[in-house]
């Protein structure tokens, strides 16, 4: 177990060595993820750890999959996605090419919920979405698409909760544990390695959605990344966030007029 | 900078007893209030504006990073567990479900408590499953004041049995007699 004390320490150690920066992220959820670490690989305390760390590159990639928080659903908030296909998809369709980033992807739940909405309303063939984490195993894992079907229950529900127009499963492949999603869901998807707090724009985005990302980021770091979100967007593009996280306190506040204030989707004015 | 906070805990069978503390808590009192309650998710429910009804509080559902006031009474949302950071703002976390909940009552407790220390004071009421017991345990050791339901009068005992199992410096009380209680401690920390 370490310490609030020792975890600054120890988040700039991981800076300097590693040119990982964890500084500014919510110190509370860190604690959690690391002690949480350090009990699965038998670490006792702060040496110890650090001393893996420096000392054994490979668990270095291991213990960034495992402080990151992954856990994600297909659908999550139902009420979110409906709101997005009323209000946003309409707007997306004058497009003659969208691209949307999928900031935070995770396993690639949201972005394969995402895409196959855009698919029921006719957007598929024309979008691009750029999907990132900054785990790679979550990277790899969501290339990969593969799901436990324990789960889908509760995503058939999300599903249809949102507004699905079709039996869920027919967008994917199973066998009695797994099912994949199908490869055409694949194709207009580029995921890849994606830091939000050192890495800077890549592309004009005429939707953004970070959700329940910025949680994890204290009120300045949460500023840096609503600015790279700022940039990336044209005018009249749309950002929106996890429906507990808020803009209020962020300097591009001012930029952004409201679409669904319960959803958290916001459109930029200027 | 540490402050008094009173944290509450519970699932089924709390919300009644969650009522009458807070139609009966001093009009004085002004200490911050954490309810953590399991609920379902997705749900559209009323539960903060019930809430507001019976108090002299504001009742407010916490949203990320949002910074603890006296006067206010924070729900945890559903979906997610609540954490607190040293400057005195509330964290958001969706990471796994800890004792099939989450909002976790042992999460919340555990956090605040490694902060406030002996400021925090944690009450865990009725419910049926065992969250909140080893969160109450450490309110315990970093030398808070705990409180649990009493288990005859609590309308699912598990929770409160749990807690009575593992948190040894507890006082168990009924609910009128927790609110006299209340009232003594808080009253003059406005
Ligand atoms: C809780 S998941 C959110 C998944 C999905 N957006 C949702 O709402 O269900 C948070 C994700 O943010 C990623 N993340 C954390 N810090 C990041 C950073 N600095 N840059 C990019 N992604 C980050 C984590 O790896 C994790 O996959």
Known sequence: ?270 | MKTDVILIGGSAGAFNVILSILNNLDKSINTPIVIVLHRLKNSVSSFEAILQRHSHYQIKEIEDKEALKKGFIYTAPADYHVLLEKNLTFSLDVSELVNFSRPSIDVAFESFSTLLEEKCCGILLSGSNQDGANGLKTIAENNGKTFIQDCSEAEFDIMPKAAKNICNKHIELNTTTLIKVLNNEYHHKT
């Not at chain 1, 893996?52 to 908030?77: G, K, Y």
């Not at chain 1, 009323?86 to 995770?106: H, T």
């Not at chain 1, 196959?116 to 979550?138: G, Q, V």
């Not at chain 1, 429906?243 to 319960?262: M, P, Q, T, V």
């Open chain 1, 1 to 270: 177990m370490i310490t609030l004390n020792e975890l600054d320490e120890l988040l700039f150690t991981i800076k300097k060595q590693f040119d990982y920066d964890f500084c500014d992220y919510s110190k509370a959820s860190m604690l959690r993820r690391i002690n949480r670490f350090m009990d699965i690989n038998n670490m006792k305390n702060a040496v110890d750890l650090k001393f893996e760390l420096i000392n054994n590159p490979a668990i270095f990639q291991n213990f960034i999959n495992e402080i990151v928080v992954n856990v994600s659903e297909f659908f999550r908030d139902p009420s979110f996605f409906k709101s997005l296909q009323e209000k946003v998809f309409p707007y997306l369709n004058s497009y003659p090419k969208i691209n949307i980033w999928s900031a935070g992807c995770s396993f690639g739940e949201e972005t394969y919920s995402l895409n196959i909405l855009l698919k029921e309303n006719n957007l598929f063939s024309k979008t691009r979405i750029y999907a990132t984490d900054i785990s790679a195993n979550a990277i790899e894992r969501a290339r990969k698409g593969i799901y436990d079907n324990n789960n889908f229950k509760d995503y058939t529900r999300n599903y249809y909760d949102c507004g699905g127009k079709e039996a869920l499963n027919n967008y994917f492949v199973s066998d009695d544990r797994h099912s994949m999603i199908q490869s055409e869901l694949k194709q207009n998807v580029l995921f890849s390695n994606h830091n939000l707090v050192a890495d800077s724009v890549f592309k004009e985005c005429q939707l953004i959605l970070c959700r329940n990302v910025l949680i994890y980021f204290n009120n300045e770091l949460q500023n840096k990344a609503l600015e790279l979100f700022y940039e990336s967007l044209p005018v009249h593009g749309f950002l929106a966030i996890g429906k507990k996280e808020s803009l209020r306190f962020s300097s591009i506040y001012d930029h952004f007029k409201e679409i669904d204030r319960e959803e958290k989707i916001y459109q930029k004015i200027r």
